[in-house]
T-cell receptor, first 114, second 112 residues
Framework: DAGVIQSPRHEVTEMGQEVTLRCKPI?????LFWYRQTMMRGLELLIY????????DSGMPEDRFSAKMPNASFSTLKIQPSEPRDSAVYFC????????????FGDGTRLSIL | GESVGLHLPTLSVQEGDNSIINCAYS??????FIWYKQESGKGPQFIID?????DKRQGQRVTVLLNKTVKHLSLQIAATQPGDSAVYFC???????????FGAGTRLFVKA
């Protein structure tokens, strides 16, 4: 079974550049989550969608971050402009939804902003 | 979940021994708890979950115990193997929702 697929796996870019992270959730899952993981702050929920609709974006750091889910099989997380403090591993996860709240994670995108 | 920092709590066990990883949570409204395992370079992997109307749940080699009185969760791994070496996170959901709050994690080392 294909799990959650994230791309790219690694990204290195200079500060000020736009960064786009991509996620394909598991087919049939109704909920999608974006997390950021750093040594200092651990795993932080940034935003989650239910049936392609953003439900809670209170974890999004600031206006430089935006996330979209145009359809049930694709989501993006954008950072514009990027800053060195955005360097982290970004994870996408999906969940079956009603009755099952377990989350299935992708292997993440390691982002380095120089 | 608790505050996080640079240094994860670490548990070191001998292969074949049982491991117990503990977690404290703070929100009385948390109604669903999950344990995840994260290996280096990978995303967290679901291990086992428990709802707040239960106090124990068993899986293959793993048991989760929930004590709502003191807001404590534990993960027991029987006959720990080298492949169990990883960081383990507890996570909580609140009020039937999907928003998940992760704890800081515990690093488990298994000595052969």
């Amino acid at each position: 079974d294909a799990g959650v697929i994230q791309s790219p796996r690694h990204e290195v870019t200079e500060m000020g550049q736009e960064v786009t992270l991509r996620c394909k959730p598991i087919s049939g899952h109704n909920s999608l989550f974006w997390y950021r993981q750093t040594m200092m702050r651990g795993l932080e929920l940034l935003i989650y969608f239910n049936n392609n609709v953003p439900i809670d974006d209170s974890g999004m750091p600031e206006d430089r971050f935006s996330a979209k889910m145009p359809n049930a099989s694709f989501s993006t997380l954008k950072i514009q402009p990027s800053e060195p403090r955005d360097s982290a591993v970004y994870f996408c996860a999906s969940s079956p939804g009603t009755g099952d709240r377990s989350q299935h994670f992708g292997d993440g995108t390691r982002l380095s902003i120089l | 979940g608790e505050s996080v920092g640079l240094h994860l709590p670490t548990l070191s066990v001998q292969e074949g021994d049982n491991s117990i990883i503990n977690c404290a949570y703070s929100n009385s409204a948390s109604d669903y708890f999950i344990w995840y395992k994260q290996e280096s370079g990978k995303g967290p992997q679901f291990i086992i979950d428990i709802r707040s109307n239960m106090d124990k749940r068993q899986g293959q080699r793993v048991t989760v115990l929930l004590n709502k009185t003191v807001k404590h969760l534990s993960l027991q791994i029987a006959a720990t193997q080298p492949g169990d070496s990883a960081v383990y996170f507890c996570a909580e959901n609140i009020n039937g929702g999907f928003k998940t709050i992760f704890g800081a994690g515990t690093r488990l080392f298994v000595k052969a």
